[in-house]
């Protein structure tokens, strides 16, 4: 299994999954860093880095290739017009989409691939995906430190559902702090 094989590299091999994993691999990045920083808690931020910088890359690896090769695709199968309205809805709450995605265990992948395609601006996928990702791991980082293998067992034991559940949840808090400190910057 891959993660073996980069498990053994550290740092590099957090970065390396977290590429590969924002671009086809249906491995978290988790897999490497919840492990690496329980024998490893100093290198909490180069974990934080690694696997936000790798992601980042990976996600802008997807993004070129749906720019270059997906439009051929989605207008083969869908009509002008709704791909156009797809566009223009994509283009409105992209970038919300694909916080979500980078925040929950949905395919981020997926949604990297469809930015491009639909022409997302790379610097608007970057920042969005710097900022989610950063935040994902800077969350599943201190929790690794702080629970050790308490929080690994109940990570393990959650599904899919109940994880996405819980990332929701942070999401909508996230949200309405943003609202109410942004309303008072207005005042």
């Given at each position: 299994?891959?993660?073996?094989?980069?498990?053994?590299?550290?740092?590099?091999?957090?970065?390396?999954?977290?590429?590969?994993?924002?671009?086809?691999?249906?491995?978290?990045?988790?897999?490497?860093?919840?492990?690496?920083?329980?024998?490893?808690?100093?290198?909490?931020?180069?974990?934080?880095?690694?696997?936000?910088?790798?992601?980042?890359?990976?996600?802008?690896?997807?993004?070129?290739?749906?720019?270059?090769?997906?439009?051929?695709?989605?207008?083969?199968?869908?009509?002008?017009?709704?791909?156009?309205?797809?566009?223009?809805?994509?283009?409105k709450y992209g970038v919300y989409a694909v916080a979500?995605?980078?925040?929950?265990?949905?395919?981020?992948?997926?949604?990297?691939?469809?930015?491009?395609?639909?022409?997302?601006?790379?610097?608007?996928l970057a920042l969005t995906a710097l900022i989610s990702?950063?935040?994902?791991?800077?969350?599943?980082?201190?929790?690794?430190?702080?629970?050790?293998?308490?929080?690994?067992?109940?990570?393990?034991?959650?599904?899919?559902?109940?994880?996405?559940?819980?990332?929701?949840?942070?999401?909508?808090?996230?949200?309405?702090?943003?609202?109410?400190?942004?309303?008072?910057?207005?005042?």
């Amino acid at each position: 299994m891959i993660t073996e094989l980069l498990s053994g590299y550290g740092l590099i091999g957090i970065f390396v999954l977290g590429i590969l994993e924002a671009m086809f691999l249906p491995v978290p990045v988790e897999t490497l860093i919840i492990p690496y920083l329980m024998m490893n808690k100093k290198m909490i931020v180069f974990a934080i880095i690694a696997s936000t910088g790798g992601s980042v890359i990976g996600a802008l690896i997807n993004h070129y290739i749906g720019k270059v090769a997906g439009k051929r695709v989605i207008y083969k199968y869908i009509k002008n017009d709704k791909s156009d309205m797809i566009h223009k809805l994509f283009n409105k709450y992209g970038v919300y989409a694909v916080a979500i995605a980078a925040l929950t265990p949905l395919p981020y992948k997926i949604f990297a691939l469809i930015s491009g395609i639909l022409g997302m601006e790379r610097k608007k996928l970057a920042l969005t995906a710097l900022i989610s990702r950063g935040f994902r791991f800077t969350a599943v980082g201190i929790l690794t430190i702080k629970y050790g293998d308490a929080f690994m067992k109940t990570v393990k034991s959650m599904s899919v559902d109940q994880k996405i559940l819980v990332f929701l949840v942070l999401i909508i808090i996230v949200y309405i702090m943003g609202n109410i400190f942004s309303k008072k910057k207005e005042r």
